[in-house]
């Protein structure tokens, strides 16, 4: 069961759905073979949240979500003292809506194991989906204070943040570092909104290029359908 566990983390690129569907095949053969193996749980968990994300053919899939919440709550019973049981299940319970409690499960899971930086950057999303983009910034540049330099993840973080405060020039920096070592549809959608809304229409059509390359069938319906949230309508939050 575990070499098969270890299979599906080198199949797990999170880079397409074939890759992330045949890792899930793998954790589940590890499950059929041992139930109590705590990382094939988590492992599949994380299949369903990216599929969720990545999966832009549908919005909201509740089924990829139940998947979620079940496999994260099998890590848990199976082993509550693991951090990492922890922030899969505030991934679960932030994909469904379930802010508060996602904090409390960050909170968990940072008190279990505080040298795991991605809880911090964990945080610093879920402050970004309640509208707090202030407060994820604070949490980035502490964290990086702490570290001495950002990696992809955390400057798109940033990128991301800035983008929800306005400060285009600030995400554009952030997001075309970002660019460099990571290859997230994500940085590419900030990218076209920063661009777009600094004038610089020519740099906005070709991140919306690099975009929908990485994300073909991406549309603002379907990512307001996974995010519960009509992000026209929001402006700057």
Request: aromatic fraction near 8%; include cysteine; proline fraction near 2%.
């Amino acid at each position: 069961a575990r070499s098969l566990v270890d299979r599906a983390d080198a199949v797990f690129t999170g880079e397409d759905l074939a890759t992330t569907r045949a890792a899930r095949k793998l954790y589940t053969e590890a499950i059929n073979k041992d139930p109590g193996l705590t990382s094939a749980w988590l492992g599949r968990s994380r299949t369903y949240s990216d599929e969720h994300w990545s999966n832009f053919s549908e919005g909201r899939n509740p089924r990829l979500l139940r998947d979620q919440d079940r496999d994260t709550l099998r890590a848990l019973a199976l082993d509550s003292l693991d951090a990492r049981a922890w922030q899969a299940r505030a991934n679960a319970l932030s994909n469904q809506w379930q802010y508060d409690a996602a904090f409390e499960a960050n909170d968990r899971a940072r008190a279990l194991d505080p040298t795991r930086f991605n809880l911090v950057l964990q945080r610093a999303l879920l402050f970004i989906l309640i509208g707090h983009a202030a407060e994820a910034l604070e949490t980035i540049e502490t964290r990086n204070a702490m570290v001495g330099s950002p990696d992809s993840d955390f400057l798109l973080s940033a990128c991301h943040a800035h983008v929800h405060l306005g400060q285009f020039r600030d995400a554009i920096a952030k997001c075309g570092r970002a660019a460099v070592n990571g290859n997230d549809y994500w940085i590419y959608l900030d990218l076209t909104a920063a661009y777009a809304q600094t004038g610089d229409m020519v740099r906005a059509e070709a991140a919306k290029v690099e975009l929908m390359r990485l994300a073909p069938d991406f549309s603002i319906a379907r990512l307001e359908q996974k995010l519960g949230v009509d992000i026209r309508s929001r402006g700057n939050q």
